[in-house]
């Protein structure tokens, strides 16, 4: 059974840093774009960034360009989130998915991790 497991969540100040891992139970990143969506309380799930197969193209919300970064380790099966500069708004669950293509819609992926809880204060 095919399985995505972020970790790495947790609580921090403004101005700080985490790094999410998002873990494959198997190969099922290899030549697949990956992606990292976001959900607060109350709101839709938006996009946050993704990565496509090579790891060479990479795609951010504004709301977080210049401040996180994706990356991919295949050897691993496991795909980053390095967060900088965490803002309170950045508070929300944060989930990995794969998708064919690197894009932003959340239809377009297919597999989805169960989430990890980000939360930063003020």
């Known amino acids: 059974q095919v399985q995505l497991v972020e970790s790495g969540g947790g609580l921090v100040q403004a101005g700080g840093s985490l790094r999410l891992s998002c873990a494959a139970s198997?190969?099922?990143?290899?030549?697949?774009?990956a992606g990292w969506f976001r959900q607060a309380p109350g709101k839709e799930r938006e996009f946050v960034a993704t990565?496509?197969?090579?790891?060479?193209?990479?795609y951010y919300a504004d709301s977080v360009k210049g401040r996180f970064t994706i990356s991919r380790n295949d050897a691993k099966n496991t795909v980053y989130l390095l967060m900088n500069s965490l803002k309170p708004e950045d508070t929300a669950v944060y989930y990995c998915?794969?998708?064919?293509?690197?894009?932003?819609?959340?239809?377009?992926?297919?597999?989805w991790g169960q989430g990890t809880q980000v939360t930063v204060s003020s």
């Open positions: 998915a794969r998708a064919y293509r690197a894009t932003i819609r959340t239809e377009d992926y297919d597999y």
């Open positions: 198997g190969r099922i990143f290899s030549g697949y774009a």
């Open positions: 990565i496509n197969g090579s790891g060479r193209t990479t």
